[in-house]
């Protein structure tokens, strides 16, 4: 099994990795347009932005992690490059998120999760909480894990 670090977005070149992470699998790969890609949350200080990594050093990975309701976070933009799914990225890169939501005093965690993800966060402890429905015209769907 691959090792991998994850570590918090703390500069303009780690900012500048996660948006390429971002570019290849949300604009390129799914075709999403770039204007609805990056959003007012990517510049505010107090949300949360992860990367992945391999050994190596290369950026494999990213989400963040926003305040959203009382008592609850959202995580959003979670994005492994596609050689790198199925390999335990993304639970690793989720574990330190909800380690993150937990340090924050967050009870919940809620997240819009492509529909063809699904099964990856259900096997996290996330349910469904809602309807499908199109985002980018992209099958999506609520989902919810309590924190406590």
Known sequence: MMEYSVKMVTSEADREQV????KVVFVDEQLVPEDLEY???DQQA????????????K??????????????GKVQRVAILA????TGAGALL????????????????????????????ERLGYH???????DANIEHISM???MI
Request: glycine share 8%.
């Open 128 to 134: 469904a909480t809602g309807e499908v429905f199109l």
């Open 94 to 121: 989720m574990e330190a998120v909800e380690k993150m939501a937990k340090d924050k005093g967050f009870h919940m965690l809620q997240l819009d999760g492509q529909l063809q993800a699904r099964y990856f966060y």
């Open 39 to 41: 959003d007012q949350y």
């Open 144 to 146: 919810a894990k309590k």
């Open 46 to 57: 107090d949300v949360e932005q992860f990367m992945i990594s391999t050994q190596a050093g």
């Open 19 to 22: 948006f390429n992470v971002r």
């Open 83 to 86: 050689e790198y799914r199925g």
């Open 59 to 72: 950026v494999i990975g990213t989400a963040r992690l926003r305040s959203y309701a009382e008592n609850s």
